[in-house]
């Protein structure tokens, strides 16, 4: 039901738990936060099988991206006028123009992917792991030509309701067309897959020379890892299998023939305040000070630890 895997990056199998989680089916009751003493990766050891995981996926109706669009129609609104002028596709408005350089920090901040159009058309995206789509709605709205690919059935007949293409299945069965894409988006989903080696081999197959491969991912070296051990909200046991941190996934993509066009950022957007206010509401004022106080002490002398890992590289 459960199996343990070799380390993503050096083929590894020795290293040391980082943290302990209890899962029924996991054998003896509980999984790993493992970190490998080979190269430092950290993934999660025993992991479950694609039967029971395909279970697990079916059970959590509220993980998946699948249910479509929820943004009030003035939320959506506001969400384009960031997400373009960051963006910059053709045509814009000249408000978005002129709101442009403030709107494209925030989306920087808000977003954890963002796609370059600059005036381009027919920009040719892909998206693994798109759920319904939605980033491709936006940019195939914006003249691009997009194409997503799910393990969700239900993920892709929604994206058909927006207008866009969803294949259903594993991204090298579906053997597309060798360098028929501009830009490759991987939000939050490479720490899903089995074999990230696998993946990007595919995706730098699929790349034309000089697209861009956009990656999201939880940070392995976040802070709140650590502080907050089993409730943090990106362990998401037990889907997530890689925590990659700047160093090993700058390592991985390079291997695969990609260069970072900048240092990896990592980011927070649950920040402390605001968490310490939801928290005080439904668990108490006390254990929530006590939880900001282990983060803010945490976040000392950890500056790249925020939740997210963020990188842009070029395909070579
Ligand atoms: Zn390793």
């Known amino acids: 039901m459960w199996s343990q895997a070799r380390c993503a990056q050096c083929g590894r199998t020795s290293g040391r738990t980082i ?21 430092g990766l950290r993934r999660l050891d025993p992991r479950p099988n694609p039967e029971p995981l395909s279970r697990y996926y079916a059970q959590a109706t509220g993980y998946n991206a699948f249910a479509g669009r929820r943004r009030s129609p003035r939320a959506q609104a506001v969400w384009e006028f960031l997400r373009d002028g960051f963006s910059r596709p053709a045509n814009l408005p ?29 920009l040719r995206v892909l998206e693994v792991g798109s759920g319904y789509g939605d980033i491709l709605i936006y940019l195939k709205a914006r003249g691009c030509s997009v194409l997503g690919t799910d393990l969700s059935a239900s993920g892709a007949a929604k994206a058909a309701d927006y207008g866009v293409e969803v294949r259903v299945g594993n991204l090298a069965d579906l053997k597309l067309p060798a360098q028929s894409f501009d830009a490759v988006i991987l939000c939050h989903c490479l720490e899903h897959v089995p074999d990230p080696n696998a993946e990007l081999a595919e995706l730098h197959r699929l790349l ?8 999201a991912v939880p940070n392995g070296s976040a802070t709140r890892l650590v502080t907050d051990g089993v409730e943090w909200m990106h362990l998401s046991h037990p889907f997530h299998f890689w925590f990659f941190d700047r160093e090993n996934l700058v ?12 240092p990896p950022v990592t980011t927070t957007r649950h920040h402390a305040w605001g968490l310490w206010r939801s928290e005080a509401f439904s668990t108490g004022l006390i254990p929530a000070t006590r939880r900001l106080l282990r983060y803010l002490r945490g976040s000392i002398g950890n500056p790249q630890g925020g939740d997210v890992l963020r990188l842009v590289s070029r395909r070579v």
């Open 19 to 39: 943290l302990a989680v209890p899962h029924p089916d996991a054998p003896d009751g509980i999984s790993h936060v493992f970190q490998c003493d080979g190269c």
């Open 94 to 122: 000249w408000l978005t123009r002129l709101a442009a350089p403030l709107t494209a920090g925030l989306a920087d901040w808000l977003f954890d992917i963002n796609i370059p159009i600059h005036g381009r058309t027919n």
């Open 208 to 215: 034309a020379p000089g697209g861009q491969l956009h990656i």
């Open 251 to 262: 390592a991985l993509v390079r291997r695969h023939g990609f260069e970072p066009i900048a």
